[in-house]
C-alpha cells in the first residue's frame, strides 16, 4: 500500500473546541546549530527563516491587551538564535509573563552564546530541554555526535547556577523521544530512572521529565516513509486513543504563531500549514480578537491521535 503524509488522509479524530488563549507558543525561526532525527520542523544550521523584528514588537505590544495570557512558549530552531531573543525575553517578563525556552541545551555551549545560561537565570526563563535519552549512544545517534556530552556540560553549568534544585525558582524540565515508531514508556517511571542515573553518574538534577510521542510529520515522518512505517505507527496512534486525554490536549488553551506571525492551533498544524480553526485561509496574529477565540472549533487531522494515544503528550509531557 502506498504510504502518505497524515494531512492527506481524511481524519475521523473527534471534534475539539477552544478553551480562552493562555498560553502563546512562538516559533521564532527554523535556525538551529542542530539537526535532529526527529524534529518535526526540520531545523537546522542552514535554514534563514526568522521571524522579523516588527512582528517581535507587535507581539510585544500584544502582551498589553491580551489579558488571559500567563505563558510565552519560545521555540524554533533554537529560539536563542534569533537577534532579538532577549529583547522578547525581557518584554514579556515585565508584563509579568512567564518565558519557556525551549532548548537544546547545546547552544550553551556554542560561541558567541557564553552569556545565555546566565541571562536565562536572571529572568527566571523555565527551561524546556530535550534530551532523548540518559545514555550517550543514544542521544547521539539520535542528535548528532558529541551532542550528549555538550548537553552534560550544559546542564552542568545550569544546576550550577541553581536551575532544578531543590527551594530554586527556576525550573529545568528535560524532554524525552522515542528513537523509533513506538509510543513513549510511562513517564513516572522514566523520570524517576532519568534522575537516578544523571544523578548517580553526572550529579545532574532536574525538575520534571517530559516524555513525548513522536509527531508523524516533516522529517520524523518523511524517515517513516522511507522506512515503510508511516501507516503502521498512525494504526498504533489511532489504536491506543484514550477519550480521557481529549480534554487536555495542549491546542485547548495554545495559540501557536509561526516565524511570519501566522497563527495555527498547535505547532504540529503549524508545520502542516493547517489554518487556525475551520478556516481555509491563514490568519495574521494582528488580525486575531483573542477574546473572541473561545469555543470555536479547533483544526484536527489523524497526527493528532498522536496526543491522545496512551497516556498522552503535550509540551508538557504525557496528559495521564
Given at each position: 500500500?502506498?504510504e502518505?503524509l497524515?494531512?492527506?488522509?481524511?481524519s475521523?479524530?473527534?471534534?475539539?473546541?477552544?478553551?480562552?488563549?493562555?498560553?502563546l507558543?512562538?516559533?521564532?525561526?527554523y535556525?538551529?546549530?542542530?539537526?535532529?532525527?526527529?524534529?518535526h520542523?526540520?531545523a537546522?544550521p542552514?535554514?534563514?527563516?526568522l521571524?522579523?523584528?516588527?512582528?517581535?514588537d507587535?507581539?510585544?505590544a500584544?502582551f498589553?491587551?491580551?489579558?488571559t495570557?500567563?505563558?510565552?512558549?519560545l521555540?524554533?530552531?533554537?529560539?536563542?538564535?534569533?537577534?532579538?531573543?532577549?529583547?522578547?525575553v525581557?518584554?514579556?517578563?515585565?508584563?509579568?509573563?512567564k518565558v519557556i525556552?525551549r532548548?537544546?541545551?547545546?547552544?550553551?555551549?556554542?560561541p558567541g552564546?557564553?552569556?545565555?545560561?546566565?541571562?536565562l537565570?536572571?529572568?527566571?526563563?523555565?527551561?524546556?530541554a530535550?534530551l532523548?535519552?540518559y545514555?550517550?549512544?543514544?542521544?547521539?545517534?539520535?542528535?548528532?555526535?558529541g551532542?550528549?556530552?555538550?548537553s552534560i556540560?550544559?546542564?552542568?553549568?545550569?544546576?550550577?547556577?541553581?536551575?532544578?534544585?531543590?527551594?530554586?525558582?527556576?525550573?529545568?524540565?528535560?524532554v524525552?523521544?522515542?528513537?523509533?515508531?513506538?509510543?513513549?514508556?510511562?513517564q513516572?517511571e522514566l523520570?524517576?530512572?532519568?534522575?537516578?542515573?544523571?544523578?548517580?553518574?553526572?550529579?545532574?538534577?532536574?525538575n520534571q521529565?517530559?516524555?513525548?510521542?513522536?509527531m508523524?510529520?516533516?522529517?520524523?515522518?518523511?524517515t517513516?516513509i522511507?522506512?515503510?512505517?508511516?501507516?503502521g505507527?498512525?494504526?498504533?496512534l489511532?489504536?491506543?486513543y484514550?477519550?480521557?486525554?481529549?480534554a487536555?490536549?495542549?491546542c485547548?488553551?495554545?495559540?501557536s504563531i509561526?516565524?511570519q506571525?501566522?497563527?495555527?492551533?498547535?505547532?504540529?498544524?503549524q508545520?502542516?500549514d493547517?489554518?487556525?480553526g475551520?478556516?481555509?485561509?491563514?490568519?495574521h496574529?494582528t488580525?486575531?480578537?483573542?477574546?473572541?477565540?473561545q469555543?470555536?472549533?479547533?483544526?484536527?487531522r489523524?497526527?493528532?491521535y498522536?496526543?491522545t494515544?496512551?497516556?498522552?503528550?503535550?509540551?508538557?509531557g504525557?496528559?495521564?
Open positions: 500500500m502506498h502518505t497524515p494531512y492527506l488522509e481524511p475521523d479524530f473527534p471534534t475539539s473546541v477552544r478553551h480562552q488563549p493562555e498560553v507558543q512562538l516559533n521564532l525561526g535556525l538551529c546549530n542542530l539537526s535532529c532525527i526527529h524534529c520542523v526540520n537546522g542552514t535554514r534563514t527563516e521571524m522579523s523584528k516588527d512582528n517581535i507587535k507581539i510585544i500584544l498589553d491587551n491580551a489579558s495570557i500567563h505563558t510565552l512558549d521555540t524554533g530552531g533554537a529560539p536563542e538564535m534569533h537577534p532579538h531573543f532577549q529583547t522578547l525581557l518584554a514579556a517578563r515585565q508584563h509579568g509573563i525556552d532548548c537544546n541545551l547545546v547552544i550553551l555551549e556554542e552564546y557564553e552569556y545565555l545560561a546566565q541571562f537565570f536572571d529572568n527566571q526563563v523555565e527551561i524546556t530535550s532523548p535519552c545514555l550517550e549512544d543514544n542521544v547521539d545517534a539520535q542528535r548528532g555526535k551532542v550528549f556530552g555538550k556540560s550544559a546542564l552542568k553549568k545550569l544546576n550550577a547556577l541553581g536551575y532544578g534544585q531543590e527551594k530554586s525558582d527556576c525550573i529545568l524540565n528535560l524525552f523521544n522515542p528513537q523509533g515508531a513506538e509510543l513513549p514508556p510511562a513516572a523520570e524517576q530512572a532519568y534522575k537516578t542515573y544523571l544523578q548517580s553518574q553526572y550529579d545532574i538534577h532536574f521529565l517530559y516524555a513525548v510521542t513522536n508523524p510529520i516533516q522529517r520524523f515522518g518523511s517513516l522511507s522506512k515503510g512505517q508511516m501507516n505507527y498512525l494504526k498504533l489511532k489504536d491506543n484514550c477519550a480521557q486525554n481529549l487536555h490536549i495542549m485547548k488553551n495554545t495559540l509561526d516565524w506571525g501566522y497563527v495555527y492551533d498547535c505547532d504540529f498544524n508545520m502542516l493547517l489554518p487556525l475551520s478556516g481555509t485561509q491563514k490568519q496574529f488580525e486575531l480578537d483573542l477574546t473572541q477565540l469555543g470555536s472549533n479547533i483544526a484536527v489523524q497526527h493528532c498522536g496526543c494515544a496512551g497516556q498522552g503528550s503535550s509540551c508538557g504525557s496528559l495521564a
